[in-house]
């Protein structure tokens, strides 16, 4: 697995900033009123802070970001960042100046002076998510990161606060591991695997396998990967911190998808590694909550399938019977998803009893078109749980925006031949869908549907991370656990 930069916190010492190597970082107030250790480093680079406080560059940065000054005479660092940020930051923008030193201290080690500011769990958590790079699959070893140490009033204090933000930042990063890898590498084997070892952290985990979901008849499920030589599985984690009925996770593990008989253009097909993205969340969220000892009861259940094409391969109007005893005309074998989430929601249903369910998944191509990279699709048949998870998304800067359902959309689901087709069509694609995996959720049970798609896998830097895949959700998740149920 990648690993987290090593963050530590400690008293102030300005004595120690000439001798430090790699980046000397410090936050200054909007309005250039310097600290004692930004006084310390104005001496020590002869001026240079104060110079670069008096620019019109100065002036034009936006809060959070960070000015550059190279090789600063008499330190031994490489260079000295002036990161703005004010005393009282909010949450995103102490996260968004903890990645500007990240970026460009790069590997090299860090010395960032935080003193009084506030939030410095929060400041470390950018420092740390922007730190990411997936090198597994190179030849060459990648190097590890520099240590970071984080100089501030309350070292006791933001080390125990750090610890939650830890937690959050590993899951954050198993996640963004999972999606990185190639399917030679993450097969449905493997993924399993690699949820079986949060045994190591107190999480039960249970695999079934196809023999199990063939008994417990998950006809919708298994049609997707039977033109796969690797197994399909289910996989279901169990973390009781809790009181009560658990708060079910559900995630669509597709850990490539080439469309099947419906095959996808040639174009962009090696993306689709990252189609087991709502697993990869939920297996994040999992760790997260393991290690931070979460006290609330959370179930995550993922499906993990190889969609493609061969003699054995579901086809285009092919019907098959879900667990629920639904039968579904298959018109799109590329709507996969959808059909493997299916029996993976009615058996959390059946077996779990969950107080509310939240699935995840890279379901549609027409959450892209809706929203862009910027908002994961919310869709809900509970006012009270979808506000909630608006909220937590909001509340850690993950952009997530809410679309209806209707009769009308459910309409384009009939089907002659049996009870509902896989998929209603072009217009309104991402709603379709989730009021076909509405089917497979009791008019009494809370459920909350995320769409993906836009959000897992982005090709440009973000925030809080390199391009490539993000996490998104796993903050957004846990806080929705911390705010609702745990306690």
Not at 175 to 192: G, H
Not at 198 to 204: A, I, Q, R, S, Y
Not at 406 to 413: N, P, T, V, W
Request: glycine share 12%; charged share 25%; proline share 4%.
């Amino acid at each position: 697995m990648t690993e987290l930069r090593a963050i530590a916190f400690e008293p102030v010492d300005l004595d120690a900033l000439a001798e430090a190597e790699g980046r000397v970082a410090v936050t200054v107030a909007p309005d250039g009123t310097m600290s004692p250790g930004a006084r310390r480093l104005n001496r020590l680079t002869k001026g240079a802070v104060a110079r670069a406080l008096e620019s019109d560059g100065w002036e034009k940065l936006s809060e959070g970001d960070a000015m550059a000054l190279g090789f600063p005479a008499g330190m031994a660092a490489d260079g000295v960042d002036v990161v703005k940020l004010s005393r009282r930051p909010d949450v995103a923008t102490a996260r968004k100046a903890g990645a500007s030193v990240a970026v460009r201290a790069g590997d090299a080690p860090v010395l960032l002076l935080v003193e009084t500011t506030a939030r410095p769990e929060e400041i470390a958590l950018g420092l740390g998510l922007r730190g990411y790079s997936f090198g597994a699959r190179k030849s060459e070893a990648q190097k590890p990161r520099g240590d970071a140490r984080m100089m501030v009033k309350d070292p006791d204090g933001a080390r125990t606060a750090w610890e939650v933000s830890r937690a959050v930042a590993e899951g954050v990063f198993f996640t963004r591991d999972l999606i990185s890898e190639p399917a030679n590498v993450l097969t449905t084997t493997e993924f399993a695997d690699r949820l079986l070892a949060l045994k190591d952290l107190g999480v039960e985990v249970e695999v079934l396998d196809e023999d199990r979901m063939t008994e417990l008849g998950m006809g919708a499920l298994l049609c997707v990967g039977q033109g796969s030589h690797s197994p399909s599985k289910m996989v279901i984690m169990r973390w009781k911190g809790g009181q009560g009925d658990p708060l079910a996770l559900v995630g669509k593990g597709v850990v490539f998808d080439t469309g099947g008989i419906s095959l996808k253009p040639a174009q962009g097909m090696e993306d689709m590694t990252m189609d087991m993205g709502g697993a990869g969340v939920v297996a994040g969220v999992m760790k997260t909550l393991a290690m931070r000892k979460a006290k609330a009861n959370v179930v995550g259940l993922v499906g993990l399938v190889e969609n493609m094409p061969s003699g054995n391969a579901v086809r285009p109007g092919d019907i098959v019977t879900s667990m629920k005893g639904d039968t579904i005309e298959v018109i799109n074998t590329d709507a996969e998803g959808r059909l493997v989430l299916a029996d993976v929601l009615w058996y959390a249903q059946e077996h779990e009893n969950p107080a509310a369910i939240v699935d995840l998944a890279t379901l549609t191509g027409a959450a892209i078109i809706a929203l862009g990279h910027e908002n994961a699709g919310v869709l809900s048949n509970d006012d009270d749980l979808a506000g909630a998870l608006l909220k937590a998304a909001g509340t850690e800067d993950e952009g997530a925006w809410r679309l209806p359902l209707g009769k009308a959309y459910d309409d384009q689901l009939k089907s002659m031949k049996a009870d509902m087709k896989n998929t209603g069509g072009r217009p309104a694609g991402t709603i379709t869908a989730a009021q076909f995996l509405k089917r497979f959720v009791r008019d009494d049970m809370p459920w909350v549907h995320l769409d993906i798609a836009g959000v897992a896998q982005v090709s440009k830097d973000t925030a809080l991370a390199p391009k490539g895949a993000t996490g998104w959700g796993v903050m957004a998740l846990d806080r929705l656990v911390r705010d609702r149920f745990e306690g």
